[in-house]
């Protein structure tokens, strides 16, 4: 199994910042592809972003464009998502997913590609 770990969720008033961070395996991070994923109560994931072979070039979702930014850290080993702005519509429990290979780009933003999935942490924005 490849272990995912996702941390830096929390509670922040509307408007406040974020920072997430997504670990995993060193192959995983190199070859495969990262992506984060958030469910709200009562809705279907959502896709919010990913990235194929820690190359720096991210995709992000048009929902979050804008004002969350995915961005890989070298030394750590992790690829972060830097949310702010942030608003009610982003309360959700954010889940980092991993595939150890690349995927085709038309797959990136599909949850069934993903085989190996963290925990989630939750993003709570309040008014």
């Known amino acids: 199994q490849v272990q995912v770990e996702e941390s830096g969720g929390g509670l922040v008033q509307v408007g406040g910042s974020l920072r997430l961070s997504c670990a995993t395996s060193d192959r995983s991070l190199r070859y495969g592809t990262m992506a984060w994923f958030r469910q709200a109560p009562g809705k279907e994931r959502e896709f919010v972003s990913a990235?194929?072979?820690?190359?720096?070039?991210?995709i992000v979702a048009s929902s979050v464009k804008g004002r969350f930014t995915a961005s890989k850290d070298n030394a750590k080993k992790t690829l972060d998502l830097q949310m702010n702005s942030l608003n009610s519509e982003d309360t959700a429990v954010y889940y980092c997913?991993?595939?150890?290979?690349?995927?085709?780009?038309?797959?990136?933003?599909?949850?069934?590609?993903?085989?190996?999935w963290g925990q989630g942490t939750q993003v709570t924005v309040s008014s």
């Open positions: 997913a991993v595939n150890v290979q690349r995927l085709i780009t038309s797959r990136l933003r599909d949850e069934r590609a993903y085989d190996y």
């Open positions: 990235m194929q072979q820690f190359n720096s070039n991210a």
